[in-house]
């Protein structure tokens, strides 16, 4: 159980474009949701936190307008990166926490993006 | 601010070596310390954690010791399993399963 999906795995896209990634809670119901960016051999970093039904909370320095959160149910968030730039390549990974508790987060696989 | 260090990769070890790797933290206050695996195209799954000084986590054959007094969180098993190969991810927590800071991770391949 616990299971956490993300869609697409790896995308590939043209700079000034636009590209969502979704994560999916498949077998619970996730009142929040977590997004993070990893780049290459470093750790991941937290960029927002998604709260289902209300505005999404950014880290310091993550740009929220370049960012695009929505969790508009309590099993789907997504992120939606806007006017990608090379720059935006990197790996996003998302993670759920079980609606109610326990208090621990179930991670997806990720997905890589690639902004030529 | 808070970090957690972990050693460098990639870790190569043969079928049934001793594991070691490396954890160290800082942070104000009391974190909970955890250990979280990735293995290929899956997301990362908790392994163990621990949440208080002298407390040990173990799952799977893997431990680690949270040492307050060395800020370090060693993750260990006694004899790794091709089935071990994977990313392992040192992490703290200062809310209790929320507010992750995240280590860089380091792989390890176990050859048969």
């Known amino acids: 159980g616990a299971v956490v999906s993300q869609h697409p795995s790896w995308v590939i896209c043209k700079s000034g474009t636009s590209v969502k990634i979704e994560c999916r809670s498949l077998d619970f119901q996730a009142t929040t949701m977590f997004w993070y960016r990893q780049f290459p051999k470093q750790s991941l970093m937290l960029m927002a936190t998604s709260n289902e039904g209300s505005k999404a909370t950014y880290e310091q320095g993550v740009e929220k307008d370049k960012f695009l959160i929505n969790h508009a149910s309590l099993t789907l968030s997504t992120l939606t990166v806007t006017s990608a730039h090379p720059e935006d390549s990197s790996f996003y990974i998302c993670?759920?926490?079980?609606?109610?508790?326990?208090?621990?987060?179930?991670f997806g696989p990720g997905t890589r993006l690639t902004v030529t | 601010g808070d970090s957690v260090t972990q050693m460098e990769g990639p870790v190569t070890l043969s079928e049934e070596a001793f594991l070691t790797i490396n954890c160290t933290y800082t942070?104000?206050?009391?974190?909970?310390l955890f250990w979280y695996v990735q293995y290929p195209g899956e997301g990362l799954q908790l392994l163990l954690k621990a949440t208080k000084a002298d407390d040990k986590g173990s799952n799977k054959g893997f431990e680690a010791t949270y040492r307050k007094e060395t800020t370090s969180f060693h993750l260990e098993k006694g004899s790794v399993q091709v089935s071990d190969s994977a990313v392992y991810f040192c992490a703290l927590s200062k809310d209790y399963g929320q507010n992750f800071v995240f280590g860089p991770g380091t792989r390890l391949s176990v050859l048969p």
């Open positions: 942070a104000t206050g009391y974190p909970s």
């Open positions: 993670s759920a926490e079980i609606a109610g508790g326990p208090y621990e987060q179930y």
